[in-house]
């Protein structure tokens, strides 16, 4: 009986994270999170629209990492877990699992992680991300 022999394969390297010179999608709505400047920007192509401060998961509990798409939004909503209780949550957007962007009334600390995971936001800055990205738009989170 012969041992079967490794054959070699090819994994392609991930494409790059979008900057803004690369944009996934020429002329497309997508938004992209910068855990090390904390910071969000919304582009449409190429070119920024909106630029505004975020605080991001803690280093028990970070943001995770990824492209990730918009797949629900919620005007207001009751969030709960270890040691916290928010009713009306404003402009919450899903992008995977419990994972979300949403407007922020506890604290104004933003420039620095302060979440449970999602991306806290400024509430008018939160409800201008809302109205102007539909479910779907590619959200890219990185360092």
């Known amino acids: 009986m012969?041992?079967?022999?490794?054959?070699?394969?090819?994994?392609?390297?991930p494409p790059p994270l979008p900057s803004p010179t690369t944009s996934p999608a020429s002329g497309g709505k997508w938004i992209d999170v910068n855990l090390t400047a904390q910071r969000v920007m919304a582009y449409e192509g190429n070119r920024a629209v909106l630029v505004a401060p975020v605080s991001t998961g803690l280093p028990g509990t970070p943001t995770v990492t990824g492209r990730y798409r918009?797949?629900?939004?919620?005007?207001?909503?009751?969030?709960?877990?270890?040691?916290?209780?928010?009713?009306?949550?404003?402009?919450?957007?899903?992008i995977y699992r419990g994972y979300s962007f949403h407007g922020t009334y506890w604290h104004n600390n933003f420039g620095q992680p302060m979440s449970h995971g999602c991306v806290n936001m400024r509430t008018p800055d939160a409800k201008w991300l809302y109205d102007w990205a539909p479910i779907g738009t590619l959200v890219v989170v990185h360092y």
């Open 2 to 13: 012969r041992t079967p022999r490794p054959t070699a394969t090819f994994t392609p390297l």
């Open 70 to 94: 918009i797949y629900r939004k919620v005007p207001s909503q009751l969030m709960t877990g270890p040691g916290y209780y928010l009713p009306g949550v404003p402009w919450v957007m899903y």
